[in-house]
């Protein structure tokens, strides 16, 4: 397994941006496709973005596309997301995942290590 450590989260403004940071150690990092995930309260978890490997792929969750943007620093074993024009309904608890698979999917279930946690807030 692989253990992440995320951070970067905090409270903005409708409109605001954060940018989060996820580092990882143990399994060698540029082996895993890393995705992002959230989870709001009383929802369920829900995808965001994911990378590949090599980085050089990436998709995203509609909710995301055009604002967020995922990236990796395979040297220094990081994952970054990148949100711009924040919303409330941004608004959630912000978990990188990492998976032995070279392109994950969008369910959780393809992830094997995940993180703590990082908390958005998002006021309008």
């Known amino acids: 397994q692989v253990q992440l450590v995320e951070s970067g989260g905090g409270s903005v403004q409708a409109g605001g941006s954060l940018r989060l940071s996820c580092v990882a150690s143990g399994r060698t990092f540029s082996t895993n496709g890393m995705g992002w995930f959230r989870q709001a309260p009383g929802k369920e978890r829900e995808f965001v973005a994911v990378?590949?490997?090599?980085?050089?792929?990436?998709s995203y969750a509609d909710s995301a596309k055009g604002r967020f943007t995922i990236s990796r620093d395979n040297a220094k074993n990081t994952v970054y997301l990148q949100m711009n024009s924040l919303k409330p309904e941004d608004t959630a608890v912000y978990f990188c995942?990492?998976?032995?698979?070279?392109?994950?999917?969008?369910?959780?279930?393809?992830?094997?290590?995940w993180g703590q946690g990082t908390q958005v807030t998002v006021s309008s």
């Open positions: 995942a990492a998976s032995v698979r070279s392109f994950p999917g969008f369910s959780r279930y393809e992830y094997d290590s």
């Open positions: 990378i590949t490997r090599s980085g050089r792929t990436t």
